[in-house]
Each structure stands twice: as structure tokens, then as C-alpha cells.
């Protein structure tokens, strides 16, 4: 089973909305992918295509199915929140990350390593800070200013 963030909305007040895209693969070769939607610390599901078609029992259990994965992609989001107690909810959607020189310099760590591993090193960025592309575009270029990652074009 794997789950990845698909995209996030914040809404004006202390809301966030955010849908993950799910699939579940199963030994025998049948599949399941879906998109779940965390919002208001409840569990909704948008879309099932499965291979062989699911029975209704089955679908109607398919949340059941995935509540652990997700809570480990969500954490507290998905916990004992569900139930509308705002106790149990996280506080900030994004992963705290810390500002000046040791912010730049984990900014340009993660993108070492994401060149390093053959991956997207602004991905890799976005998923480390919880940031935005355009902001993490900004964190590499400080990372950049600040002397911790090579100059993007070589000056003549």
C-alpha cells in the first residue's frame, strides 16, 4: 500500500482540505486506487477505480482499509480528532522548519541528496519543508545566496 499527498488547500479561517491520492496492490495482482480527502479531521473518499471491479461489501470497508496508512501520512490529523473533538487536530500544516543560516543549510542538504538519489531536488524541498513550490524555490535560492549550494549559472 502507498499513499502520497496529492494537493492542499487552506481555507480563510484554521481549515485545511487535503486529498491523497491511495493505492493498494495486492498480491494476486488486483489493484485499487483512490483519492481520500482529509478534511475538518474527517475521512471522505472521491474516487475508487479498482481492477477487478470491487463488491459493494468491499467497497463499502475500503476506508477501514487505508485509515492506518493515511494517519501515518496525516498524523494527528486523522487521529482522535475524528470525531469533531478539535483536541486531537494538528495545529500547523506545515512540518516546523527552522529560519537563518540552519534552515538554508538543511534546505540545501535535502537538495544534495535528492540530486544525489536521481530525484527532483525541489520536490524533494517541498516534501522536507511542507512548502510551497514557489516558496521553496525561494529557500534554494537563499540556500544558493548563502553559499551552501553551487551558483545555478557560471558567470563569464
Request: charged share 30%.
Amino acid at each position: 500500500m502507498s499513499v502520497w499527498p496529492a494537493w492542499e488547500v487552506r481555507e480563510s479561517g484554521t481549515g485545511v482540505t487535503s486529498w491523497y491520492n491511495v493505492r493498494l496492490a495486492f498480491t494476486d495482482g488486483a489493484r485499487v486506487d483512490l483519492l481520500a480527502v482529509l478534511s475538518e479531521a474527517a475521512l471522505s473518499i472521491e474516487d475508487v477505480r479498482a481492477d477487478p471491479p470491487l463488491s459493494l461489501d468491499d467497497l463499502a470497508v475500503v476506508a477501514e482499509w487505508i485509515e492506518e496508512p493515511l494517519s501515518e501520512v496525516c498524523g494527528s490529523r486523522l487521529g482522535p480528532g475524528r470525531d469533531g473533538d478539535r483536541e486531537g487536530r494538528a495545529r500547523r500544516a506545515r512540518p516546523a522548519w527552522p529560519r537563518g543560516a540552519e534552515g538554508r543549510r538543511l534546505v540545501a542538504e535535502e537538495y544534495r541528496a535528492a540530486q544525489g538519489e536521481g530525484l527532483d531536488p525541489v520536490l524533494a524541498v517541498m516534501d522536507a519543508t511542507g512548502r510551497s513550490r514557489r516558496e521553496s524555490l525561494r529557500l534554494i535560492a537563499g540556500a544558493r545566496d548563502a553559499g551552501f549550494l553551487t551558483p545555478r549559472h557560471v558567470r563569464r
